[in-house]
């Protein structure tokens, strides 16, 4: 192997180690992002319509933390599931824009997306002691969540990486297979 091939092949390793590193830290950093709220007493839902846009847009990531029910006031952001009989079976991130006294007791909610111009139709109670309120959301983050929801896009982001080593891998055979049959041919070649 020639000093400029060589030179080639320990550029090419130092980048492919760089890459590797560079990669496995932000995945780290990431994960650790993801768990660290929780260790804080935070919920993470990730905002996947358009009804609160503007504030809240499509992809974003919200942070929620527990609070009373009875010190929740209009304005507040929460995540909820709506009344069974609404036919809304996923969780609602919506602005409370009215509460009132339920008959029976406890306290009738309203909520609204902010960028949708009427009130929910529907009017509830919540049922726990805490409900969490939105206290802060990350734009764009919820992205890469809502594109693993969908199992094609799971499958290249598990492939691709799979297939890359598995490439890497037979290069490193092929190269090792290579080296070896070198070393046999050479103690004939200074024989003869």
């Given at each position: 192997m020639s000093t400029s091939e060589?030179?080639?092949?320990?550029?090419?390793?130092?980048?492919?180690?760089?890459?590797?590193?560079?990669?496995?830290?932000?995945?780290?950093?990431?994960?650790?992002a993801w768990i660290a709220p929780s260790l804080f007493g935070?919920?993470?839902y990730v905002?996947?319509?358009?009804?609160?846009t503007g504030t809240y847009d499509r992809g974003s990531v919200?942070?929620?933390?527990?609070?009373?029910?009875?010190?929740?006031?209009v304005g507040d952001v929460i995540t909820y599931t709506p009344p069974a009989d609404t036919g809304v079976t996923?969780?609602?991130?919506?602005?409370?824009?009215?509460?009132?006294?339920?008959?029976?007791?406890?306290?009738?909610?309203?909520?609204?997306?902010?960028?949708?111009?009427?009130?929910?139709?529907?009017?509830f109670q919540l049922v726990d002691q805490d409900q969490p309120v939105v206290q802060a959301g990350v734009p764009?983050?919820?992205w890469l969540f809502i594109a693993l929801a969908d199992?094609?896009?799971?499958?290249?982001a598990i492939g691709v990486p799979a297939l890359l080593i598995?490439?890497?891998?037979?290069?490193?055979?092929?190269?090792?297979?290579?080296?070896?049959?070198?070393?046999r041919r050479r103690p004939a070649a200074l024989e003869a």
């Open positions: 060589h030179r080639r092949t320990t550029i090419a390793r130092r980048t492919g180690r760089w890459a590797v590193s560079t990669a496995t830290l932000l995945v780290i950093l990431f994960c650790l935070f919920s993470r905002i996947t319509g358009p009804s609160m919200v942070f929620e933390k527990p609070v009373d029910v009875a010190d929740l006031e996923w969780l609602v991130t919506h602005r409370i824009v009215d509460i009132e006294p339920a008959e029976g007791g406890g306290l009738l909610f309203t909520t609204k997306g902010d960028h949708n111009p009427d009130p929910d139709p529907w009017h764009y983050v919820g199992k094609q896009t799971r499958m290249l598995a490439l890497g891998a037979l290069r490193q055979l092929v190269s090792a297979t290579r080296e070896t049959v070198r070393e």
